[in-house]
Antibody, heavy 120, light 106 residues
Framework: QVQLQESGPGLVKPSQTLSLTCTVS??????????WNWIRQPAGKGLEWIGR???????NYNPSLKSRVSISVDTSKNQFSLHLSSVTAADTAVYYC????????????WGRGTLVTVSS | SYELTQPLSVSVALGQTAKISCGGN??????VCWYQQETGQAPILVMY???HRPSGIPERFSGSNSWNTATLTISRAQAGDEADYYC?????????FGGGTKLTVL
């Protein structure tokens, strides 16, 4: 049974880069035709898709975040990562990693989420 | 950019039927999915490709999509159905979520 677990700093200073990792257990990050996504949710607000990386290596990003976002895969650690640069308080949110089937953009498998606060 | 509109809240009496709408321009031509999110928990997919239920989702949950409105229907509502519900589509290599609807079971 594949599971996802987010990890990373819970506090990031403004203007710095937010970096999170999602560890895939029970399966391989490079198997199948899946795509690996990051989604966030500010407290009391809705969901916002950040971007994804597929096993093919292709990436897609939310146009509103594209200039600040990078998603990559580390096959040796069976992880994928999110890097969000030049953060502000508006980037404070719970960050989720999730998997989509590749052929369609919906999310069956989710991590539990991790809270990241941007504050000095 | 494409936008999805959901009512902020929907109330339903215990045992009755709840309908949660998701409006979008010609949404009927897109694949819609729905998520249930309880407080403090990660979302759970309850419907995909308009009307397909993932394994483990009760038959009480059903979906439809036509013209400018997609609808998630929850029959015989239970207290455990009380949660936030989000619709979602994908559009030109990006994902769009609706703003979410809080379902209250009275």
């Amino acid at each position: 049974q594949v599971q996802l677990q987010e990890s990373g700093p819970g506090l990031v200073k403004p203007s710095q880069t937010l970096s999170l990792t999602c560890t895939v257990s029970g399966g391989s990050v490079i198997s199948g035709s899946y795509c690996w996504n990051w989604i966030r949710q500010p407290a009391g607000k809705g969901l916002e898709w950040i971007g994804r990386i597929c096993t093919s290596g292709s990436t897609n990003y939310n146009p509103s975040l594209k200039s600040r976002v990078s998603i990559s895969v580390d096959t040796s650690k069976n992880q994928f990562s999110l890097h969000l640069s030049s953060v502000t308080a508006a980037d404070t949110a719970v960050y989720y990693c999730a998997r989509d089937p590749g052929s369609a953009w919906y999310f069956v498998l989710w991590g539990r989420g991790t809270l990241v606060t941007v504050s000095s | 950019s494409y936008e999805l509109t959901q009512p902020l809240s929907v109330s339903v009496a215990l045992g009755q039927t709840a309908k949660i709408s998701c409006g979008g321009n010609n949404i009927g031509g897109r694949n819609v999915c729905w998520y249930q999110q309880e407080t403090g928990q990660a979302p759970i997919l309850v419907m995909y490709r308009d009307s397909h239920r993932p394994s483990g989702i009760p038959e009480r949950f059903s979906g439809s999509n036509s013209w400018n409105t997609a609808t998630l229907t929850i029959s015989r509502a239970q207290a455990g159905d009380e949660a936030d519900y989000y619709c979602q589509v994908w559009d030109t290599s990006t994902v769009v979520f609706g703003g979410g609807t809080k379902l209250t079971v009275l």
